[in-house]
């Protein structure tokens, strides 16, 4: 059974504070990938990383940072966290992109406030 | 890049009635559309998916439909039960790929 988790499920900071979101795959993944889930909005992509020190950004990079530096870690880096930046984040992994399994599993999300 | 658009945002339906959910999607390349179910409090999940070399798919009550030329996917769920009642995502891919982009998500409350 693949496992994403995530640190935590809740998470309240302040405003400007470093906020760090961690998430682990026990499956041997090369894709690892962070979400926003806000409501009306779906699911947007912040970053994506294909293999360890890679990543690409997606929709929504700005204020947000990452690091891979294992295979099977994915950080979520807020560098300032600011009040905008209050809502579900979720980590997801998969194999890459071939002709095969493209399934994308998903941890338990993580709901993070900032007052 | 691929822009999907899902609708509707929120859907009502009986117990035992048949629920619906609609996407298209803009890149002619996408040929991967996966549907995830999210349960409150829980990760989305993979409920079924289609390939652009299949027009229909079906799995117990979940079937996907897939029409090519118009860009457009449906999720049907029939004889619903109020354990369907989640939250649904359609999504699109292109083989080789590695990012899906999602839809903006239904909320279908399946009443006892």
């Known amino acids: 059974d693949v496992k994403v988790t995530q640190s935590s499920r809740y998470l309240v900071k302040r405003t400007g504070e470093k906020v760090f979101l961690e998430c682990v795959q026990d499956?041997?993944?090369?894709?690892m990938f962070w979400y926003r889930q806000d409501p009306g909005l779906g699911l947007r992509l912040i970053y994506f990383?294909?293999?360890?020190?890679?990543?690409e950004k997606g929709d929504i990079p700005e204020g947000y940072s990452v690091s891979r530096e294992k295979k099977e870690r994915f950080s979520l880096i807020l560098e300032s966290a600011s009040t905008n930046q209050t809502s579900m984040y979720l980590c997801?992994?998969?194999?890459?992109?071939?002709?095969?399994?493209?399934?994308?599993?998903f941890g338990q999300g993580t709901r993070l406030t900032v007052v | 890049g691929e822009n999907v658009e899902q609708h509707p945002s929120t859907l009502s339906v009986q117990e035992g009635d048949s629920a619906v959910i609609k996407c298209t999607y803009s890149?002619?390349?996408?040929?991967?559309f996966p549907w995830y179910k999210q349960e409150l409090g829980k990760g989305p999940q993979l409920i079924i998916d289609?390939?652009?070399?299949?027009g229909e798919k079906k799995d117990q009550r979940i079937a996907v439909t897939l029409n090519k030329t118009a860009k457009h996917f449906s999720l049907h769920i029939t004889e619903t039960q109020p354990e369907d009642s989640a939250v649904y995502f359609c999504?699109?891919?292109?083989?080789?790929?590695?990012?899906?982009?999602f839809g903006t998500g239904t909320r279908l409350t399946v009443i006892p």
């Open positions: 499956m041997d993944h090369e894709n």
């Open positions: 890149d002619s390349a996408s040929n991967y």
């Open positions: 999504a699109a891919l292109e083989t080789g790929a590695n990012n899906l982009f």
């Open positions: 289609i390939r652009s070399n299949v």
């Open positions: 990383s294909y293999d360890v020190k890679m990543k």
């Open positions: 997801a992994s998969s194999l890459w992109g071939g002709e095969g399994n493209t399934e994308a599993f």
